[in-house]
């Protein structure tokens, strides 16, 4: 099968995690032809056009899509699989609908709390400005982009105490550029911190990979426990040695373990999740998973969490990588 993999295009500039794109498409690439598929690739920016013509020349039977952002803008992320879809070109990973959907993170909030699902109290910047959306202060909030992903714009500076309304919604505005234009609040939750990995099963049920929890070794009391860009990108950083993730749990922990993966399982069938995702959780003090959010198009490279789990699974990366492919959307 002629499969054409569509990753970020690099550019003067290009952060860590933007450049993280090029190491993705090579290892996804060496799978696919192991599998025997005939593999082409092409970096995507904003040239749509030049799209179209990679598509018209390469005639590829299936595109892999590990496009993340274009020039840097996480929010056009579902702008290639829906061109894929006016092209009647088919794709692996998650439909247009469903990218759309969880990587605006205020969209997915609001379609959590609809079906009833446990994600932590937020406020956008809208509400702010219409009366705080019925929010109390003062509280711990944590400040977020709307729509960058990889932890862009959030460190442990992030979540502050606000005692007011205005006070935070300065604080949203003082921080929209480092957050890619467009930032929300939300209700921070103190206690640990959970990433699952789902893998597809050809239109079935999703496998839970192992689940991982992120231990934040040596934060004392007046660090935050918060997974930010330097704890995922900047290996000169104190937070990235010292986020490691664990696999291994007490017996004590099994209600807590099923119950999480109960409820990735119900965002993938809520979303219409396929091939790869992940669900991120926050578990409070009281033993309340919280869902962070989803992430459709997760980190495939060989040292990111999700082949992590691959392997703590004992499944192969090319076999996972099969996986994907038959569990079209």
Known sequence: MRVLILYDAPRAGSRTDELDALEQ???VGGALSELGHEVHSFGVGLDLSALEREIERARPELAFNLVESLAGHGRLIAVVPQLLDAFGVPYVGCPASAIHATSGKLLAKERLHDAGLPTPAWVSERD???GAGGVEFPDTWIVKSVWEHASVGLDEDSVRNF??????????????SSLGG????????????????????????????????IVFEGYGSSKRRVVGWRAKWDPESYEYHHTPRRFDFPASDGALLREIGQLAKACWA???????????????????????E????????????????????????????ARIVSDLP
């Open 25 to 27: 498409a090579r290892v």
């Open 294 to 321: 989803i992430n459709t198009n997760p980190c495939l490279s060989p040292d990111a969490g999700f082949a992590a789990a691959l392997e703590r699974a004992g499944i192969p990366f090319r076999a996972a990588i």
């Open 128 to 130: 702010l400005a219409h």
């Open 270 to 292: 809520l979303f219409d999740l396929h091939g790869w995702a992940r669900v991120d959780f926050r578990v409070d003090a009281a033993g309340r998973p919280w869902i962070l």
């Open 182 to 213: 467009e930032g929300f609040a939300e209700l921070y939750v103190e206690g640990r911190e959970f990433n699952l990995a789902l893998l597809g099963n050809a239109g079935g049920e999703p496998e839970v990979l192992p689940h991982a929890e």
């Open 163 to 176: 005692a007011s309304a205005d006070e935070l919604a300065n604080e949203l505005a003082r921080r929209r």
